[in-house]
Protein backbone atom coordinates (compact mmCIF):
# COMPACT_ATOMS: atom_id res chain seq x y z
CA UNK A 1 0.00 0.00 0.00
CA UNK A 2 2.80 2.52 0.80
CA UNK A 3 4.56 1.69 -1.95
CA UNK A 4 1.11 2.42 -4.19
CA UNK A 5 1.12 5.90 -2.36
CA UNK A 6 4.64 6.48 -2.90
CA UNK A 7 4.48 5.90 -7.09
CA UNK A 8 0.91 7.79 -7.20
CA UNK A 9 3.01 10.88 -5.82
CA UNK A 10 6.21 10.28 -7.99
CA UNK A 11 3.99 9.90 -11.38
CA UNK A 12 2.14 13.22 -9.63
CA UNK A 13 5.30 15.48 -9.22
CA UNK A 14 6.43 13.60 -12.62
CA UNK A 15 3.23 15.52 -14.42
CA UNK A 16 3.41 18.29 -12.53
CA UNK A 17 7.21 18.96 -13.24
CA UNK A 18 6.50 18.01 -16.75
CA UNK A 19 4.05 20.53 -17.04
CA UNK A 20 6.20 23.02 -15.33
CA UNK A 21 9.11 22.68 -17.87
CA UNK A 22 6.51 22.21 -21.17
CA UNK A 23 5.28 25.71 -20.02
CA UNK A 24 8.68 27.31 -19.85
CA UNK A 25 9.69 25.69 -22.85
CA UNK A 26 6.31 27.20 -24.82
CA UNK A 27 7.03 30.31 -23.31
CA UNK A 28 10.62 30.63 -24.28
CA UNK A 29 10.06 29.74 -27.85
CA UNK A 30 6.23 31.00 -28.82
CA UNK A 31 5.92 34.29 -30.77
CA UNK A 32 5.42 37.18 -28.30
CA UNK A 33 2.33 39.30 -29.79
CA UNK A 34 2.42 43.39 -28.90
CA UNK A 35 -1.35 43.50 -29.85
CA UNK A 36 -4.19 41.16 -28.20
CA UNK A 37 -7.22 41.18 -30.39
CA UNK A 38 -9.23 39.43 -28.27
CA UNK A 39 -8.71 41.71 -25.31
CA UNK A 40 -8.61 45.13 -27.44
CA UNK A 41 -5.30 46.36 -26.06
CA UNK A 42 -1.60 46.61 -25.57
CA UNK A 43 0.10 43.50 -24.17
CA UNK A 44 2.71 44.51 -22.13
CA UNK A 45 6.36 44.47 -22.82
CA UNK A 46 9.66 42.69 -20.95
CA UNK A 47 10.65 45.32 -18.48
CA UNK A 48 14.25 46.51 -18.92
CA UNK A 49 16.35 45.78 -15.42
CA UNK A 50 17.24 48.57 -13.40
CA UNK A 51 18.50 48.24 -9.46
CA UNK A 52 16.38 50.79 -8.53
CA UNK A 53 12.97 49.45 -10.01
CA UNK A 54 14.16 45.74 -8.55
CA UNK A 55 14.61 47.81 -5.29
CA UNK A 56 11.56 48.98 -5.34
CA UNK A 57 9.44 46.59 -6.69
CA UNK A 58 8.18 47.70 -9.56
CA UNK A 59 10.59 45.53 -11.91
CA UNK A 60 8.92 42.02 -10.21
CA UNK A 61 5.78 43.56 -10.62
CA UNK A 62 6.29 44.41 -14.46
CA UNK A 63 7.72 41.01 -15.08
CA UNK A 64 4.87 39.38 -13.66
CA UNK A 65 2.54 41.22 -15.60
CA UNK A 66 5.04 40.59 -18.67
CA UNK A 67 4.55 36.46 -18.10
CA UNK A 68 1.11 36.81 -17.37
CA UNK A 69 -0.26 38.42 -20.81
CA UNK A 70 2.13 36.30 -22.60
CA UNK A 71 1.73 33.03 -20.89
CA UNK A 72 1.04 30.06 -23.35
CA UNK A 73 -2.64 29.44 -24.39
CA UNK A 74 -3.15 32.27 -22.07
CA UNK A 75 -6.87 32.76 -23.64
CA UNK A 76 -7.83 28.69 -23.54
CA UNK A 77 -7.11 29.11 -19.79
CA UNK A 78 -8.99 31.97 -19.24
CA UNK A 79 -11.93 30.28 -20.69
CA UNK A 80 -10.93 26.73 -18.38
CA UNK A 81 -11.06 29.52 -15.73
CA UNK A 82 -14.46 31.12 -16.40
CA UNK A 83 -16.16 27.88 -17.05
CA UNK A 84 -15.06 26.25 -13.90
CA UNK A 85 -15.87 29.31 -11.90
CA UNK A 86 -19.24 29.87 -13.84
CA UNK A 87 -20.05 25.74 -13.09
CA UNK A 88 -19.25 26.06 -9.42
CA UNK A 89 -21.94 29.08 -8.81
CA UNK A 90 -20.60 32.01 -8.87
CA UNK A 91 -21.97 35.13 -9.70
CA UNK A 92 -18.87 37.67 -9.91
CA UNK A 93 -15.94 36.51 -12.30
CA UNK A 94 -12.36 39.05 -12.72
CA UNK A 95 -14.76 41.87 -11.53
CA UNK A 96 -17.79 41.16 -13.54
CA UNK A 97 -21.04 40.65 -12.42
CA UNK A 98 -23.28 37.38 -14.30
CA UNK A 99 -26.41 38.64 -14.45
CA UNK A 100 -29.35 38.26 -15.79
CA UNK A 101 -30.44 37.70 -19.40
CA UNK A 102 -27.11 36.82 -20.40
CA UNK A 103 -25.88 40.22 -19.39
CA UNK A 104 -21.82 40.47 -18.21
CA UNK A 105 -21.94 43.99 -16.42
CA UNK A 106 -19.11 45.88 -15.05
CA UNK A 107 -18.74 45.93 -11.27
CA UNK A 108 -18.30 50.01 -10.30
CA UNK A 109 -14.86 50.43 -8.91
CA UNK A 110 -14.40 53.05 -5.88
CA UNK A 111 -13.87 56.26 -7.70
CA UNK A 112 -10.54 58.00 -7.00
CA UNK A 113 -10.19 61.05 -9.14
CA UNK A 114 -13.52 62.73 -8.86
CA UNK A 115 -11.68 65.83 -7.89
CA UNK A 116 -9.70 66.33 -10.46
CA UNK A 117 -12.82 65.59 -13.00
CA UNK A 118 -14.24 68.81 -11.68
CA UNK A 119 -11.23 70.85 -11.75
CA UNK A 120 -10.61 70.25 -14.73
CA UNK A 121 -14.37 70.90 -15.95
CA UNK A 122 -14.03 73.93 -14.36
CA UNK A 123 -11.02 75.35 -15.31
CA UNK A 124 -12.43 74.62 -19.24
CA UNK A 125 -15.56 76.77 -18.60
CA UNK A 126 -13.09 79.53 -17.19
CA UNK A 127 -10.74 79.46 -19.83
CA UNK A 128 -13.51 80.00 -22.41
CA UNK A 129 -14.19 83.67 -23.26
CA UNK A 130 -16.72 83.78 -25.89
CA UNK A 131 -20.27 83.04 -25.93
CA UNK A 132 -20.35 79.15 -26.48
CA UNK A 133 -23.02 77.44 -24.30
CA UNK A 134 -21.56 74.22 -21.61
CA UNK A 135 -23.22 71.09 -21.36
CA UNK A 136 -22.36 68.15 -19.40
CA UNK A 137 -24.00 64.67 -19.88
CA UNK A 138 -22.61 62.27 -17.21
CA UNK A 139 -23.91 58.52 -18.91
CA UNK A 140 -24.82 55.67 -16.11
CA UNK A 141 -23.23 52.12 -16.51
CA UNK A 142 -25.72 49.14 -17.09
CA UNK A 143 -24.66 48.58 -13.58
CA UNK A 144 -26.87 51.03 -12.88
CA UNK A 145 -29.34 50.91 -15.50
CA UNK A 146 -29.81 46.98 -15.20
CA UNK A 147 -29.71 47.34 -11.42
CA UNK A 148 -31.95 44.43 -11.12
CA UNK A 149 -30.31 42.05 -13.10
CA UNK A 150 -27.36 41.88 -10.68
CA UNK A 151 -26.84 38.23 -9.17
CA UNK A 152 -28.48 37.89 -5.90
CA UNK A 153 -26.06 38.95 -3.44
CA UNK A 154 -24.27 41.18 -5.30
CA UNK A 155 -22.08 43.40 -2.91
CA UNK A 156 -21.97 46.40 -4.63
CA UNK A 157 -24.98 47.32 -6.14
CA UNK A 158 -23.32 50.16 -8.37
CA UNK A 159 -26.89 52.62 -8.50
CA UNK A 160 -26.07 54.62 -5.20
CA UNK A 161 -22.43 54.12 -5.65
CA UNK A 162 -22.34 56.12 -9.13
CA UNK A 163 -25.17 58.32 -8.41
CA UNK A 164 -23.25 59.90 -5.28
CA UNK A 165 -20.50 60.46 -7.42
CA UNK A 166 -22.65 61.70 -10.14
CA UNK A 167 -24.15 64.25 -7.43
CA UNK A 168 -20.50 65.13 -6.38
CA UNK A 169 -19.48 66.55 -9.27
CA UNK A 170 -22.57 67.84 -10.77
CA UNK A 171 -23.04 70.18 -7.71
CA UNK A 172 -19.42 71.06 -7.79
CA UNK A 173 -19.68 72.50 -11.09
CA UNK A 174 -19.14 75.81 -12.17
CA UNK A 175 -22.63 77.64 -12.78
CA UNK A 176 -21.44 78.08 -16.53
CA UNK A 177 -22.34 74.56 -17.05
CA UNK A 178 -25.62 73.16 -17.02
CA UNK A 179 -26.74 69.47 -16.31
CA UNK A 180 -28.03 67.11 -18.62
CA UNK A 181 -29.61 64.37 -17.18
CA UNK A 182 -30.42 61.20 -18.96
CA UNK A 183 -30.60 59.08 -15.71
CA UNK A 184 -34.41 59.03 -15.18
CA UNK A 185 -35.15 58.11 -18.86
CA UNK A 186 -32.87 55.32 -18.93
CA UNK A 187 -33.89 54.11 -15.98
CA UNK A 188 -37.35 54.49 -17.36
CA UNK A 189 -37.05 52.28 -20.75
CA UNK A 190 -35.19 49.67 -18.75
CA UNK A 191 -38.42 49.76 -16.67
CA UNK A 192 -40.50 49.05 -20.06
CA UNK A 193 -37.66 46.42 -21.30
CA UNK A 194 -38.05 44.48 -18.28
CA UNK A 195 -42.03 44.89 -17.79
CA UNK A 196 -42.49 43.75 -21.93
CA UNK A 197 -39.51 41.21 -21.60
CA UNK A 198 -37.90 43.27 -24.33
CA UNK A 199 -34.60 42.10 -23.11
CA UNK A 200 -35.07 38.22 -22.58
CA UNK A 201 -34.20 37.10 -26.25
CA UNK A 202 -30.28 35.93 -25.62
CA UNK A 203 -30.36 34.04 -29.39
CA UNK A 204 -28.85 37.19 -31.93
CA UNK A 205 -30.55 36.48 -35.49
CA UNK A 206 -34.15 36.36 -33.69
CA UNK A 207 -32.81 39.66 -31.27
CA UNK A 208 -31.78 41.12 -34.87
CA UNK A 209 -35.15 40.87 -36.06
CA UNK A 210 -36.88 41.83 -33.09
CA UNK A 211 -34.63 45.38 -33.61
CA UNK A 212 -35.12 45.75 -37.34
CA UNK A 213 -38.81 45.45 -37.15
CA UNK A 214 -38.68 48.38 -33.81
CA UNK A 215 -35.19 49.67 -33.03
CA UNK A 216 -36.73 50.16 -29.58
CA UNK A 217 -36.23 46.17 -28.77
CA UNK A 218 -32.86 46.83 -28.74
CA UNK A 219 -31.12 46.13 -24.75
CA UNK A 220 -29.67 49.73 -23.47
CA UNK A 221 -26.13 48.23 -23.35
CA UNK A 222 -24.26 45.71 -24.82
CA UNK A 223 -24.65 41.90 -23.24
CA UNK A 224 -20.46 41.68 -23.40
CA UNK A 225 -19.53 45.34 -23.34
CA UNK A 226 -19.17 47.87 -21.27
CA UNK A 227 -20.89 50.44 -23.75
CA UNK A 228 -24.64 51.83 -24.05
CA UNK A 229 -26.26 50.60 -27.86
CA UNK A 230 -27.59 52.91 -30.00
CA UNK A 231 -30.82 52.39 -28.86
CA UNK A 232 -29.44 53.41 -25.40
CA UNK A 233 -27.68 56.36 -26.54
CA UNK A 234 -31.25 57.35 -28.41
CA UNK A 235 -32.90 56.80 -25.43
CA UNK A 236 -30.72 59.81 -23.84
CA UNK A 237 -30.33 62.14 -26.98
CA UNK A 238 -34.38 63.81 -26.13
CA UNK A 239 -32.67 64.78 -22.77
CA UNK A 240 -29.81 66.54 -24.40
CA UNK A 241 -32.49 68.12 -27.26
CA UNK A 242 -34.59 69.30 -24.39
CA UNK A 243 -31.23 70.96 -22.77
CA UNK A 244 -29.79 72.54 -25.88
CA UNK A 245 -33.12 73.70 -27.55
CA UNK A 246 -33.87 71.65 -30.38
CA UNK A 247 -36.29 68.91 -31.28
CA UNK A 248 -35.45 65.43 -31.50
CA UNK A 249 -36.03 63.10 -34.53
CA UNK A 250 -38.47 60.54 -33.57
CA UNK A 251 -36.71 57.28 -33.53
CA UNK A 252 -38.62 55.68 -36.49
CA UNK A 253 -37.14 58.72 -38.64
CA UNK A 254 -33.70 57.16 -38.55
CA UNK A 255 -32.89 54.66 -40.90
CA UNK A 256 -31.37 51.55 -39.11
CA UNK A 257 -29.02 48.78 -39.72
CA UNK A 258 -28.31 45.75 -37.72
CA UNK A 259 -24.70 45.21 -39.22
CA UNK A 260 -23.60 42.64 -37.37
CA UNK A 261 -24.66 39.71 -34.75
CA UNK A 262 -21.14 38.67 -33.22
CA UNK A 263 -19.82 41.12 -31.36
CA UNK A 264 -18.13 40.18 -28.46
CA UNK A 265 -16.89 43.51 -26.47
CA UNK A 266 -14.43 44.10 -23.99
CA UNK A 267 -16.20 42.71 -20.76
CA UNK A 268 -16.27 39.08 -22.89
CA UNK A 269 -12.53 39.88 -23.33
CA UNK A 270 -12.46 39.61 -19.69
CA UNK A 271 -13.72 36.30 -19.27
CA UNK A 272 -13.03 35.13 -22.61
CA UNK A 273 -16.24 32.26 -22.41
CA UNK A 274 -16.80 31.23 -25.72
CA UNK A 275 -20.18 30.02 -24.82
CA UNK A 276 -21.76 33.52 -24.54
CA UNK A 277 -23.66 34.38 -27.86
CA UNK A 278 -22.46 37.53 -29.68
CA UNK A 279 -24.23 41.36 -29.30
CA UNK A 280 -26.29 42.56 -32.55
CA UNK A 281 -24.74 45.90 -33.32
CA UNK A 282 -27.46 48.64 -34.90
CA UNK A 283 -26.50 51.70 -36.32
CA UNK A 284 -28.37 54.96 -36.86
CA UNK A 285 -28.52 57.07 -40.12
CA UNK A 286 -30.21 60.46 -40.65
CA UNK A 287 -31.60 59.88 -44.17
CA UNK A 288 -31.36 63.61 -45.19
CA UNK A 289 -27.93 64.34 -43.72
CA UNK A 290 -25.14 65.49 -46.00
CA UNK A 291 -22.19 64.64 -44.37
CA UNK A 292 -18.50 64.79 -45.04
CA UNK A 293 -16.25 63.58 -42.24
CA UNK A 294 -12.91 64.89 -41.69
CA UNK A 295 -10.04 62.94 -40.00
CA UNK A 296 -7.68 65.59 -38.72
CA UNK A 297 -4.55 63.60 -37.94
CA UNK A 298 -4.86 61.00 -41.34
CA UNK A 299 -6.50 63.56 -43.83
CA UNK A 300 -8.85 60.78 -44.24
CA UNK A 301 -12.66 61.81 -45.41
CA UNK A 302 -15.82 59.93 -45.59
CA UNK A 303 -19.64 60.91 -46.31
CA UNK A 304 -20.65 58.40 -43.33
CA UNK A 305 -20.16 58.14 -39.33
CA UNK A 306 -19.03 54.75 -39.91
CA UNK A 307 -15.83 52.56 -40.88
CA UNK A 308 -17.52 49.32 -41.53
CA UNK A 309 -13.87 47.49 -42.57
CA UNK A 310 -13.98 47.24 -38.26
CA UNK A 311 -17.03 44.74 -39.01
CA UNK A 312 -14.70 42.07 -40.33
CA UNK A 313 -12.23 42.17 -36.83
CA UNK A 314 -12.52 41.31 -33.34
CA UNK A 315 -12.91 45.37 -32.14
CA UNK A 316 -16.09 45.84 -33.88
CA UNK A 317 -17.27 48.94 -31.59
CA UNK A 318 -14.28 50.93 -33.24
CA UNK A 319 -16.44 51.09 -36.56
CA UNK A 320 -18.43 54.24 -34.47
CA UNK A 321 -16.28 57.15 -35.90
CA UNK A 322 -13.39 55.01 -37.60
CA UNK A 323 -11.68 54.31 -34.11
CA UNK A 324 -9.56 56.62 -32.03
CA UNK A 325 -8.56 60.37 -33.57
CA UNK A 326 -7.38 63.47 -31.63
CA UNK A 327 -10.30 65.72 -33.55
CA UNK A 328 -13.05 64.89 -35.79
CA UNK A 329 -14.86 67.89 -38.35
CA UNK A 330 -18.00 66.67 -39.46
CA UNK A 331 -19.97 69.10 -41.69
CA UNK A 332 -24.11 68.40 -42.34
CA UNK A 333 -24.56 70.56 -45.18
CA UNK A 334 -28.62 69.72 -45.08
CA UNK A 335 -28.31 70.66 -41.32
CA UNK A 336 -30.60 74.19 -41.43
CA UNK A 337 -28.53 75.71 -38.79
CA UNK A 338 -25.76 78.48 -37.61
CA UNK A 339 -25.06 76.66 -34.48
CA UNK A 340 -21.26 74.53 -34.42
CA UNK A 341 -20.77 72.44 -31.72
CA UNK A 342 -17.51 71.48 -29.44
CA UNK A 343 -17.33 67.60 -28.43
CA UNK A 344 -15.27 66.31 -25.57
CA UNK A 345 -16.08 62.75 -25.13
CA UNK A 346 -14.84 59.13 -24.35
CA UNK A 347 -16.09 56.39 -26.78
CA UNK A 348 -20.04 56.72 -25.19
CA UNK A 349 -20.51 59.79 -27.15
CA UNK A 350 -19.60 57.79 -30.47
CA UNK A 351 -23.16 56.55 -30.42
CA UNK A 352 -24.17 59.56 -29.65
CA UNK A 353 -23.15 61.78 -32.93
CA UNK A 354 -25.62 59.95 -35.38
CA UNK A 355 -28.49 61.83 -33.72
CA UNK A 356 -26.65 65.34 -33.41
CA UNK A 357 -25.62 65.90 -36.78
CA UNK A 358 -28.82 67.15 -37.64
CA UNK A 359 -28.62 69.93 -35.04
CA UNK A 360 -25.66 71.48 -36.31
CA UNK A 361 -23.84 72.94 -39.19
CA UNK A 362 -20.21 71.17 -38.04
CA UNK A 363 -19.31 69.31 -35.10
CA UNK A 364 -16.06 69.68 -33.95
CA UNK A 365 -15.12 65.76 -31.79
CA UNK A 366 -12.34 66.14 -29.46
CA UNK A 367 -10.79 62.89 -28.01
CA UNK A 368 -8.73 64.53 -25.20
CA UNK A 369 -6.12 61.39 -24.70
CA UNK A 370 -4.52 62.58 -28.05
CA UNK A 371 -5.19 66.01 -28.74
CA UNK A 372 -2.87 67.99 -27.13
CA UNK A 373 -3.37 71.77 -27.73
CA UNK A 374 -6.22 72.08 -25.21
CA UNK A 375 -10.15 72.24 -26.55
CA UNK A 376 -10.28 75.38 -24.09
CA UNK A 377 -8.33 77.29 -26.83
CA UNK A 378 -9.85 75.63 -29.80
CA UNK A 379 -13.03 76.92 -28.93
CA UNK A 380 -11.22 80.35 -28.02
CA UNK A 381 -10.33 80.69 -31.52
CA UNK A 382 -13.02 79.46 -33.18
CA UNK A 383 -16.04 82.16 -31.73
CA UNK A 384 -18.69 80.24 -34.20
CA UNK A 385 -19.04 77.37 -31.79
CA UNK A 386 -22.27 78.08 -29.99
CA UNK A 387 -22.21 74.61 -27.97
CA UNK A 388 -19.73 72.98 -25.97
CA UNK A 389 -20.49 69.39 -24.85
CA UNK A 390 -18.98 67.13 -21.91
CA UNK A 391 -20.21 63.55 -22.23
CA UNK A 392 -18.66 60.97 -20.11
CA UNK A 393 -19.84 57.32 -18.90
CA UNK A 394 -19.59 56.89 -15.20
CA UNK A 395 -16.92 54.07 -15.34
CA UNK A 396 -14.23 55.33 -17.41
CA UNK A 397 -14.12 58.91 -16.31
CA UNK A 398 -12.50 58.35 -13.22
CA UNK A 399 -9.76 56.93 -15.28
CA UNK A 400 -9.54 58.64 -18.78
CA UNK A 401 -6.34 60.37 -19.13
CA UNK A 402 -7.62 62.86 -21.38
CA UNK A 403 -8.96 64.74 -18.22
CA UNK A 404 -5.64 66.18 -17.85
CA UNK A 405 -5.79 67.77 -21.15
CA UNK A 406 -9.36 68.81 -21.70
CA UNK A 407 -8.74 72.78 -21.09
Not at 8 to 33: D, E, N, Q, Y
Not at 83 to 88: A, C, F, G, Q, R
Not at 289 to 295: D, E, G
Request: proline share 5%; with cysteine; hydrophobic share 35%.
Amino acid sequence: MKQEIVLAKKITVGLITVLILGAMLCFGIFPKKTFSDNENRTLAEIPEFQWASLKDGSYMKALSTYASDHFPFRDAFMTLKSETEKLSGCGEINGVYLSEDGFLIERFPEPLHSDKVITQFNKLSDKVTTKARFYTMLVPTAVTAYNDKLPAGAPDRGDLRQLAVKKHIETSLSGKIQIVDCWPALKAEAGRQEKNGVTKEREPSRLSQRIMADPSQAPLYYRTDHHWTTHGAYTAYPELAKAMGFTPLPEKDFRHTVVSEDFHGTIYSKLNDTMVPGDPITIYEDPEAKLTVRYMDTKESSSSLYERSYLKKKDKYSMFLNNLHPLIEIDNAAAGTDRELVLIKDSYANSMVPFLVRHFKRIYVFDTRYYKFGPGSFINEHPEVSDVLLLYNMNTIDTDLGIGGIY
